[in-house]
């Protein structure tokens, strides 16, 4: 428990000042791993489903990453003018990785904390709930850059706005990691 803890809490707060998309993801990575630590004290089963949403989000966002050549967070705010449906999805993955409540990433962070608060560890399920927190914050500014706002240094937009709009083979995936969470009562009926 405190592996998971510790892991949910530094990955989180290392990841704030972060400017580069690599480092960013790698400190999500650590928080995502405190939640499976804590996962895997609890119930094996919740363990599996986390992890495969894990890898169904991260696979989505390293994909549309990559695609996007985006290795700073100057570099996503050129982005939109690309792809604008890769874009779009892109904001959506973050927000699902951050955990918010309409999107799939929401579902193992909610049954991680209803198996805590029915063990009775309101504490800790209250500290993990508070160390998502930071992780959302860099997961809100890096969509922020790439849906709202351009950088300032717009050079670059110049002429990207004359390339042909091309949709990712990608997509697939990253509509999965956006759309899962009506299955969550299916899941609950596996352990």
Known sequence: LILGLSSALLGGWLGLNQTQTRKIMAFSSIAHMGWLF???????NITTIT?????????????????????TLLD???????????????????????GLPPLTGFMPK??????LVTNNML???TIMAL???????????????TTLILPPKTTLNEYKWRFKTQIPPTITTIILTTLLLPITPLTTNIY
């Open 38 to 44: 804590m996962a895997l004290t609890i119930d094996p």
């Open 51 to 71: 992890l495969i949403i894990y890898l169904m989000m991260t696979t989505a966002m390293f994909s549309s990453l990559i695609s996007t050549s985006s290795k």
């Open 76 to 98: 996503l705010g050129t982005t939109s003018t690309q792809t604008p449906t890769l874009t779009t999805m892109s904001m959506m993955t973050l927000m699902s990785l951050g």
């Open 110 to 115: 909610w049954l991680i904390l209803k198996e």
């Open 123 to 125: 504490l800790i399920s």
């Open 131 to 145: 160390s998502t927190l930071p992780s959302l914050f860099f997961y809100l500014r890096m969509s922020h850059m």
